[in-house]
Protein backbone atom coordinates (compact mmCIF):
# COMPACT_ATOMS: atom_id res chain seq x y z
CA UNK A 1 0.00 0.00 0.00
CA UNK A 2 2.97 2.38 0.49
CA UNK A 3 4.10 2.77 -2.86
CA UNK A 4 0.44 3.08 -4.36
CA UNK A 5 -1.01 5.64 -2.08
CA UNK A 6 1.97 7.68 -2.28
CA UNK A 7 1.47 7.41 -6.29
CA UNK A 8 -1.99 10.32 -5.14
CA UNK A 9 1.34 12.71 -3.89
CA UNK A 10 4.50 12.33 -6.29
CA UNK A 11 3.27 12.00 -9.72
CA UNK A 12 0.15 13.25 -12.27
CA UNK A 13 -2.49 10.55 -11.21
CA UNK A 14 -4.10 11.35 -14.68
CA UNK A 15 -0.58 10.18 -16.53
CA UNK A 16 -0.80 6.78 -14.60
CA UNK A 17 -2.07 3.79 -16.38
CA UNK A 18 -6.21 3.22 -15.86
CA UNK A 19 -5.40 -0.02 -14.18
CA UNK A 20 -2.64 1.44 -11.68
CA UNK A 21 -5.13 4.31 -10.85
CA UNK A 22 -7.91 1.53 -10.31
CA UNK A 23 -5.47 0.35 -8.09
CA UNK A 24 -4.81 3.16 -6.08
CA UNK A 25 -8.15 4.07 -5.85
CA UNK A 26 -9.12 0.45 -4.19
CA UNK A 27 -6.36 1.21 -1.82
CA UNK A 28 -7.54 4.46 -0.83
CA UNK A 29 -11.50 3.27 -0.24
CA UNK A 30 -10.57 0.93 2.18
CA UNK A 31 -8.18 3.67 3.96
CA UNK A 32 -11.11 5.65 4.41
CA UNK A 33 -14.47 4.30 3.73
CA UNK A 34 -14.37 2.90 7.11
CA UNK A 35 -13.34 6.08 9.09
CA UNK A 36 -16.54 7.95 7.30
CA UNK A 37 -19.09 5.40 7.76
CA UNK A 38 -18.63 4.97 11.12
CA UNK A 39 -19.29 8.77 11.56
CA UNK A 40 -22.29 8.70 8.94
CA UNK A 41 -23.77 5.92 8.84
CA UNK A 42 -25.14 6.54 5.43
CA UNK A 43 -23.41 4.40 2.18
CA UNK A 44 -24.04 6.96 -0.58
CA UNK A 45 -23.06 9.51 1.77
CA UNK A 46 -19.63 8.12 2.84
CA UNK A 47 -18.81 6.76 -0.76
CA UNK A 48 -19.12 10.72 -2.07
CA UNK A 49 -16.92 11.25 1.39
CA UNK A 50 -14.05 9.30 0.20
CA UNK A 51 -14.75 10.48 -3.52
CA UNK A 52 -13.90 13.93 -2.23
CA UNK A 53 -11.41 13.02 -0.04
CA UNK A 54 -9.78 11.50 -2.68
CA UNK A 55 -9.79 14.58 -5.19
CA UNK A 56 -8.58 16.41 -2.16
CA UNK A 57 -5.72 14.18 -1.73
CA UNK A 58 -4.31 14.57 -5.66
CA UNK A 59 -4.47 18.18 -5.17
CA UNK A 60 -4.10 19.21 -2.19
CA UNK A 61 -1.74 16.82 -0.48
CA UNK A 62 1.34 18.42 1.80
CA UNK A 63 4.26 16.83 0.96
CA UNK A 64 4.69 13.91 3.01
CA UNK A 65 7.82 11.45 3.20
CA UNK A 66 6.39 9.40 5.62
CA UNK A 67 3.78 6.62 4.73
CA UNK A 68 2.03 6.72 8.67
CA UNK A 69 1.78 10.37 7.79
CA UNK A 70 0.41 10.87 4.48
CA UNK A 71 -2.23 8.01 6.00
CA UNK A 72 -2.77 9.66 9.18
CA UNK A 73 -3.58 13.51 6.98
CA UNK A 74 -5.89 11.33 4.55
CA UNK A 75 -8.05 10.13 7.45
CA UNK A 76 -8.28 13.48 8.89
CA UNK A 77 -9.38 15.18 5.56
CA UNK A 78 -11.74 12.17 5.72
CA UNK A 79 -13.25 12.82 9.10
CA UNK A 80 -13.47 17.03 8.50
CA UNK A 81 -15.07 16.32 5.06
CA UNK A 82 -17.35 14.14 7.25
CA UNK A 83 -18.52 16.21 9.96
CA UNK A 84 -18.44 18.99 7.55
CA UNK A 85 -21.61 17.34 5.60
CA UNK A 86 -22.83 16.83 9.33
CA UNK A 87 -22.77 20.07 9.99
CA UNK A 88 -24.03 21.26 6.60
CA UNK A 89 -27.31 18.93 7.18
CA UNK A 90 -27.68 19.80 10.89
CA UNK A 91 -27.75 23.47 9.84
CA UNK A 92 -30.49 22.95 7.14
CA UNK A 93 -32.37 20.70 9.36
CA UNK A 94 -32.40 23.21 12.21
CA UNK A 95 -33.45 25.88 9.82
CA UNK A 96 -36.00 23.85 8.17
CA UNK A 97 -37.64 23.34 11.68
CA UNK A 98 -37.61 26.78 12.59
CA UNK A 99 -39.45 28.23 9.48
CA UNK A 100 -41.91 25.21 9.79
CA UNK A 101 -42.72 26.39 13.55
CA UNK A 102 -42.99 30.51 12.18
CA UNK A 103 -44.67 29.24 9.55
CA UNK A 104 -47.44 27.47 11.70
CA UNK A 105 -46.86 24.37 9.24
CA UNK A 106 -46.38 21.59 12.25
CA UNK A 107 -49.99 21.36 12.89
CA UNK A 108 -50.10 17.71 11.14
CA UNK A 109 -52.39 15.02 12.71
CA UNK A 110 -50.17 12.28 11.98
CA UNK A 111 -46.81 13.89 13.81
CA UNK A 112 -45.82 11.83 16.81
CA UNK A 113 -46.23 13.37 20.61
CA UNK A 114 -42.44 14.04 20.90
CA UNK A 115 -42.55 16.23 18.10
CA UNK A 116 -45.47 18.03 18.65
CA UNK A 117 -43.75 18.42 22.25
CA UNK A 118 -40.10 19.24 20.35
CA UNK A 119 -42.27 22.19 18.25
CA UNK A 120 -44.14 23.78 20.73
CA UNK A 121 -40.71 23.91 23.01
CA UNK A 122 -39.64 25.09 19.75
CA UNK A 123 -42.60 27.49 19.65
CA UNK A 124 -42.13 29.22 23.35
CA UNK A 125 -37.60 29.30 22.52
CA UNK A 126 -38.51 31.26 19.29
CA UNK A 127 -40.91 33.48 20.93
CA UNK A 128 -38.65 34.27 23.97
CA UNK A 129 -36.01 34.72 21.75
CA UNK A 130 -37.14 37.29 19.83
CA UNK A 131 -38.92 38.77 22.96
CA UNK A 132 -34.86 39.70 23.51
CA UNK A 133 -34.63 41.52 19.84
CA UNK A 134 -34.76 44.97 19.17
CA UNK A 135 -38.06 46.28 18.91
CA UNK A 136 -36.89 46.97 15.60
CA UNK A 137 -36.15 43.37 15.05
CA UNK A 138 -38.67 42.45 16.48
CA UNK A 139 -41.70 44.47 14.24
CA UNK A 140 -39.77 43.71 11.04
CA UNK A 141 -39.74 39.76 12.00
CA UNK A 142 -43.63 40.12 12.73
CA UNK A 143 -44.59 41.73 9.79
CA UNK A 144 -42.78 39.45 7.18
CA UNK A 145 -42.92 36.15 9.06
CA UNK A 146 -46.04 36.07 11.99
CA UNK A 147 -47.82 38.70 9.14
CA UNK A 148 -46.57 37.29 6.00
CA UNK A 149 -46.28 40.73 4.57
CA UNK A 150 -43.20 40.98 1.46
CA UNK A 151 -40.52 43.12 1.86
CA UNK A 152 -42.53 45.23 -0.38
CA UNK A 153 -45.36 45.83 1.75
CA UNK A 154 -43.19 46.60 5.11
CA UNK A 155 -41.18 48.96 2.88
CA UNK A 156 -44.15 51.14 2.45
CA UNK A 157 -45.24 50.42 5.86
CA UNK A 158 -41.91 51.97 7.21
CA UNK A 159 -41.62 54.64 4.87
CA UNK A 160 -38.09 52.18 3.87
CA UNK A 161 -37.16 50.98 0.52
CA UNK A 162 -37.10 47.21 0.04
CA UNK A 163 -33.26 47.13 -0.09
CA UNK A 164 -33.24 48.95 3.79
CA UNK A 165 -35.77 45.95 4.70
CA UNK A 166 -33.87 43.25 3.27
CA UNK A 167 -31.05 44.64 5.27
CA UNK A 168 -32.85 45.09 8.17
CA UNK A 169 -34.57 41.03 7.88
CA UNK A 170 -30.62 39.84 7.52
CA UNK A 171 -30.20 41.17 10.72
CA UNK A 172 -32.91 40.43 12.08
CA UNK A 173 -32.57 36.61 11.69
CA UNK A 174 -28.80 37.32 12.96
CA UNK A 175 -29.39 38.50 15.55
CA UNK A 176 -32.64 36.07 16.59
CA UNK A 177 -30.05 33.31 15.76
CA UNK A 178 -27.81 34.42 18.15
CA UNK A 179 -30.41 34.75 21.04
CA UNK A 180 -31.47 30.85 19.89
CA UNK A 181 -28.04 29.43 20.40
CA UNK A 182 -28.87 29.33 24.45
CA UNK A 183 -31.38 27.04 23.41
CA UNK A 184 -29.21 24.39 21.69
CA UNK A 185 -29.70 26.24 17.65
CA UNK A 186 -26.48 26.46 16.16
CA UNK A 187 -25.28 29.05 13.21
CA UNK A 188 -22.25 26.67 11.69
Known amino acids: ?100 VINNDVNNQDESVEKKVEVKMMEENISKSILEINSEYQNIIESKWINDKSNKDIAKEQNATEGAIKQKLHRARKALKQKMKKWGFQDE
Open 1 to 100: MKTKLFLLTKTDFASLDKSLQEEVYQDFYKLVYGVSIQIIHDHSTAEDIVQEAFMKTIYNAPNIENEQQLIGWIRVVTKNLTFNVIRKNKKIRNQDDIES
